[in-house]
């Protein structure tokens, strides 16, 4: 697929709009049932620190979504500059993104592919969850699944050995992402794929010295290979990762309603700035590929009901428009048998905005008439 920065042609607004062929996607029961489940999930799931849909639509050949404009860029960014965090900048990112997952476990959705270049920020500094692909639906208590999925410097143990996992995954990649913050690498890395996965199913955990006892203690409790014993592994779900004292100085609440301050703001000389992205991708011309629209029927039936509107945009519609009756303007030929064919036709569009107005010359575009 590929995401693109666009502008909405009546408001100026600027999106993200991320594209998918149909045809490739077809192929592959998994990737079908994948994109799916992330366009339902991000019409249901509503949050401060994940990405909101706007629209979503499709064409013979392509799925189109739209997604609010993140001008802050990757949090994968931040951290190449960066190179590792300090601590209390990766508190802040971490609580965010922790009610972000626990937001999301609460619906049942396992994220599965936490990592710094699916989270993204917004204009302000606050975190947004992205890409939303790899997610897995109706995971409640005592429910596992077996796809294996993600990245593998951040995939949980369970999801390697595929024995079965559930939401606790969310909480090891969280410590692996915790780890890449402070120390600059995930904490289990080798030569190649199989290297890493025989470290992370058996190395010993290393922790650098310089890291706070609250640090170390957490990230020994969100990298434990046991899913049952690792914090968030339990019934309290985020609620076990947010009481641990590494996050003692974090008002939830104001967390929640994004008053707390960012400890980095982006940037930004106009709203459509790309400053924050790596100019790799920025500096490219984006060249849409033809729209395949020879899919079959019964390929076509899958994604039926794949369009969606956010009700924000359906209020502010209704919000422009006024739907009352307007008064009837008085004829101005009172005693006259008949009113002229084009005042009648005038009438009509001021009544209905919709109909249109009349062209110079009188002339309009076809209108049907009734008896």
Not at 92 to 106: N, P, T
Not at 114 to 132: A, Q
Not at 135 to 142: L, V
Not at 197 to 223: F, G, H, M, N, V
Request: proline share 6%; aromatic share 10%.
């Amino acid at each position: 697929f590929q995401v693109r920065k666009v502008s909405g042609a009546s408001s100026g607004k600027i999106y993200a709009m991320k594209v998918l062929k149909k045809a490739m996607i077809v192929r592959n029961a998994k990737d079908t049932a994948h994109t799916k489940a992330e366009r339902n999930i991000l019409e249901e799931v509503k949050h401060p620190f994940i990405v909101d849909l706007i629209y979503a639509f499709q064409t013979g050949g392509k799925l189109y979504l739209i997604l609010e404009y993140l001008s802050g860029g990757e949090l994968f960014m931040q951290l190449e500059r960066e190179g590792i965090f300090m601590e209390d900048t990766a508190c802040f990112y971490l609580a965010e993104i922790s009610m972000a997952l626990g937001h999301l476990h609460q619906k049942g959705i396992i994220y599965r592919d936490l990592k710094p270049e699916n989270i993204m920020l917004n204009d302000s500094g606050h975190v947004k969850l992205t890409d939303f692909g790899l997610c897995k639906e109706s995971i409640h208590d005592g429910t596992v699944t077996h796809t294996f999925c993600g990245t593998i410097e951040y995939m949980a143990p369970e999801i390697l050995m595929r024995s079965g996992h559930n939401r606790a995954v969310d909480w090891w990649s969280l410590g692996a992402l915790m780890y890449d913050m402070l120390t600059g690498a995930p904490p289990f890395t080798g030569e190649n794929r199989k290297k890493t996965i025989d470290k992370i199913l058996k190395c010993k955990l290393s922790l650098p010295p310089y890291l706070t006892q609250e640090a170390r203690d957490l990230l020994k409790k969100l990298l434990k290979r046991s899913a049952s014993s690792r914090l968030g592994g339990g019934p309290g779900d985020a609620a076990e990762v947010q009481v641990h004292p590494f996050f003692r100085h974090i008002n939830w609440d104001d967390l929640l309603a994004r008053k707390v301050e960012p400890p980095f703001k982006p940037f930004l000389q106009s709203a459509d700035d790309v400053s924050q992205f790596d100019s790799k991708f920025t500096s490219q011309t984006p060249v849409d590929s033809p729209d395949d629209s020879t899919l079959s029927e019964s390929a076509n039936q899958v994604f039926l009901g794949f369009t969606y509107v956010a009700p924000s945009v359906l209020e502010n519609v209704k919000e422009k428009f006024s739907f009352e009756p307007k008064l009837r303007s008085p004829r101005k030929f009172p005693g006259s048998p008949r009113t002229l064919l084009s005042s009648c036709i005038q009438s009509i569009a001021d009544c209905n905005p919709g109909v249109g107005k009349l062209r110079p010359g009188g002339h309009m575009g076809p209108i049907k008439l009734f008896n």
